[in-house]
Structure formats: C-alpha cells, structure tokens
C-alpha cells in the first residue's frame, strides 16, 4: 500500500493516460493488450484509470508491447510548465545522518516532486546546541537564509555567523558544516544548484 505522498507523486506522471493514449493509438482493447502483456484486462484498466500503479515489470511488459522505454512513462512533456506545490504534510523529515544517536540536523525537500531539477530546496532545523554536522562539499552553489534562531557555517575552516534575516551564498565545492550553538533551535531555508 502505497502512501498518499507516494501515490500523489507517482500520479503526476499520469502513467495510466500514457499507456491508453499508447493502446489507442495502435487500435487495440484491453483485451488484446492483455493477451499481448499477459496481464488481465480488469487490471490494466484499473492501470489506465489510475486506481492501480503498475510495478516497474508489469510497465515494463505494457513499454515492450509498445517499443518505448520505461522513460517514456516518466517524462515530462517539453512544453508543460514545471509547477509543483508540496505541502507541509506531505514532506518527509530525514536525518542528517541516518543510524546517528543524535542528528546534526533534520531536512524536508520542498521541491521532490519535480524531476530535472534546476535546483534543491530544503527546509532545515537544527536542534538546539547540536552537534556540527559532518563536513560535506558538493559542485555548484548553496544559499542559506535563517529563518529563525542562530546558525554557524563553518567554510574552508572560517565561521559565519548568521541570525534570523541573514543570508549567505557560497561555493558549495568547499569543505562546509552547520551547527547550531546556540540554547534555542534554528531553522533555515537551504537551495543548492548545480
């Protein structure tokens, strides 16, 4: 059973319209794509209604019948806008570091919905006097902006200090950790872009 998160961001892809506008297109019912596919036809109706999500080897059986690759289920139309709203409920807060005691800090993405991402969004809390997260450094950019409380960069070993209101932008290829020293929690919007 899959969650209301999971159905949502697999339903963006409208994996069912996709194979009935295949299925149309080369004049065949259900019935013989179901011979063709081996799946019955009460299912790949309910598939193309979207009240089933196919696992990756039945859609790989429909994407055989009709010479396409899984990628064609996933694409997004060139044309169509990239919008994606994703709400409090459904984001997932992740530790820093999975199997830790204690996280550095817990992150939210706000943008998982989009594929091809021109950046990453991330709401960021950091408990009170945790400890620095582990160092990390990536390519591209990082911007942070501290919505609430006090938070320490540490970039190439030199320390910024940042309030609530501040921002900072960097070079994400530099060795970077977060920390928070401070007796209340911080919490901060970080976007990164390749």
């Known amino acids: 059973m899959l969650s209301e998160t999971l159905t949502a961001g697999l339903g963006q892809y409208a994996i069912g ?3 009935r506008a295949l ?9 013989q794509l179901g011979e063709h596919t081996g799946l019955s036809p009460a299912m790949l109706s309910k598939i193309e209604r979207g009240q089933l999500i196919p696992t990756l080897p039945t ?5 055989l019948v009709f010479g396409v690759g899984l990628d064609h289920f996933f694409a ?3 044309d169509r806008p990239k919008v994606a709203v994703v709400r409090k409920s459904e984001r997932l807060r992740l530790p820093d570091r999975p199997g ?22 991330f709401f960021a809390e950091f408990p009170a006097r945790s400890k620095e997260s582990k160092s990390h450094k ?6 942070v902006y501290v919505l609430k409380g006090r938070l320490t ?7 910024f ?3 609530e209101g501040d921002a900072i932008y960097f070079d994400s290829a530099a060795p970077h950790s977060y920390r928070c020293d401070e007796r209340t929690s911080c919490s901060a919007i970080v976007v990164t872009a390749p």
């Open 17 to 19: 319209a996709k194979i």
């Open 23 to 31: 299925r149309q297109g080369k004049k065949l019912g259900l019935v």
């Open 59 to 63: 859609l790989l059986r429909i994407a």
């Open 76 to 78: 997004e139309p060139p």
């Open 100 to 121: 830790e005691d204690v996280a550095s800090y817990f992150f939210e993405s706000l943008d998982f919905p989009v594929t091809d991402r021109k950046l990453q969004a």
């Open 138 to 143: 990536h390519n591209g950019a990082e911007l």
């Open 153 to 159: 960069l540490s970039i190439s070993g030199s320390d």
């Open 161 to 163: 200090v940042l309030d």
